[in-house]
Nanobody, 128 residues
């Protein structure tokens, strides 16, 4: 199964920081736009941040703008996408998912339906 693999979740106090990582399983997404989404209990999965295929353009939801930073690092043909999360709030508690679209060389995408490859998610819990 081709899918991104998330890591780095955990429990943190409000005001703290976490960095999530997204790598590829059996496939490199080095030429693909990538996105982060999150889903809290009882809520819809929502857009958090996205980065285009080259890393030159990023996009954020209003709720995380100024606190979260998406970036990507390529080493040879391997690609890792990061989500640096600062000043975390209890409302940031959710399962965070990394996703990639079907085709490469795309722009930063906000809509969930534009993503075809999803990871299994990593839990982020922010205590007050």
């Amino acid at each position: 199964q081709v899918q991104p693999v998330e890591s780095g979740g955990g429990l943190v106090q409000a005001g703290g920081s976490l960095t999530l990582s997204c790598a590829a399983s059996r496939r490199t997404f080095s030429s693909y736009a990538m996105g982060w989404f999150r889903q809290a209990p009882g809520k819809e999965r929502e857009f958090v941040a996205a980065i285009n295929w080259s890393g030159s353009t990023t996009d954020y939801s209003d709720s995380v703008k100024g606190r979260f930073t998406i970036s990507r690092v390529r080493v040879d043909d391997e690609n890792t996408v990061y989500l640096q999360m600062n000043n975390l709030k209890p409302e940031d508690t959710a399962v965070y998912y990394c996703a990639a679209p079907k085709t490469p060389y795309g722009s930063a995408l906000r809509r969930r339906v534009e993503y075809d490859y999803w990871g299994l998610g990593t839990q982020v819990t922010v205590s007050s």
